[in-house]
T-cell receptor
Framework: GNSVTQMEGPVTLSEEAFLTINCTYT??????LFWYVQYPGEGLQLLLK?????DKGSNKGFEATYRKETTSFHLEKGSVQVSDSAVYFC?????????????FGAGTRLAVHP | DTGVSQDPRHKITKRGQNVTFRCDPI?????LYWYRQTLGQGPEFLTY????????KSRLLSDRFSAERPKGSFSTLEIQRTEQGDSAMYLC????????????FGPGTRLLVL
């Protein structure tokens, strides 16, 4: 079946540190992959996406590369800010006609301190 | 583009009462999704509409839950005879009709059943 596994949090970093949040997936075919971010008390915001192998999604300094050979979509940022503190969700959308539900990981909480 | 909106943002109810939530999708989107998110977990799919047709329902959606999208625009999610286990964030998302279209989420309705 389809599933997403994320590294457990919380991840605690100092401002300007390098961030990696690991995400691996299991899926048949060629899913699309997403990172969503959730700030306290809010819904999910799309951060970035990739729709095929070797695609790199990027937004607001965050990047993730779709690696089919390792079934991974790790999120990275070179220099985090306090405002990046949030919960990050990796998700996949399976490649199958009419099958439209996103499969989410459990989320990774990031706390950035000044 | 005003984004996906949900109402109410917060709802506190007593066990056994009925509650109804509303979702207004992005105006040009014909696909609408409901998800449920419990504390510390990623969202889980509940149901999906294409226009006014409800095309898929999760096993999570017990008989006490019903969703409608009568004119293919806004949607409602009703929970009858609420239970404490129904306490969660209920998220609505919408997308276009293309294959593997990105889903955009609303701010969610947080339900607390006492």
């Amino acid at each position: 079946g389809n599933s997403v596994t994320q590294m457990e949090g919380p991840v605690t970093l100092s401002e300007e540190a390098f961030l990696t949040i690991n995400c691996t997936y299991t899926a048949t075919g060629y899913p699309s992959l997403f990172w969503y971010v959730q700030y306290p008390g809010e819904g999910l915001q799309l951060l970035l996406k990739a729709t095929k192998a070797d695609d790199k999604g990027s937004n607001k300094g965050f990047e993730a590369t779709y690696r089919k050979e390792t079934t991974s979509f790790h999120l990275e940022k070179g220099s985090v800010q306090v405002s990046d503190s949030a919960v990050y969700f990796c998700a996949l959308l399976p490649f199958s006609g009419g099958y439209n539900k996103l499969i989410f990981g459990a989320g990774t909480r990031l706390a950035v301190h000044p | 583009d005003t984004g996906v909106s949900q109402d109410p943002r917060h709802k506190i109810t007593k066990r056994g009462q009925n509650v109804t939530f509303r979702c207004d999708p992005i105006s040009e989107h014909n696909r609408l999704y409901w998800y449920r998110q419990t504390l510390g977990q990623g969202p889980e799919f509940l149901t999906y509409f294409q226009n006014e047709a409800q095309l898929e329902k999760s096993r999570l959606l017990s008989d006490r839950f019903s969703a409608e999208r009568p004119k293919g625009s806004f949607s409602t999610l009703e929970i009858q005879r609420t239970e404490q286990g129904d306490s969660a964030m209920y998220l609505c998302a919408s997308s276009g009709q293309g294959h593997q279209e990105t889903q955009y989420f609303g701010p969610g309705t947080r339900l607390l059943v006492l």
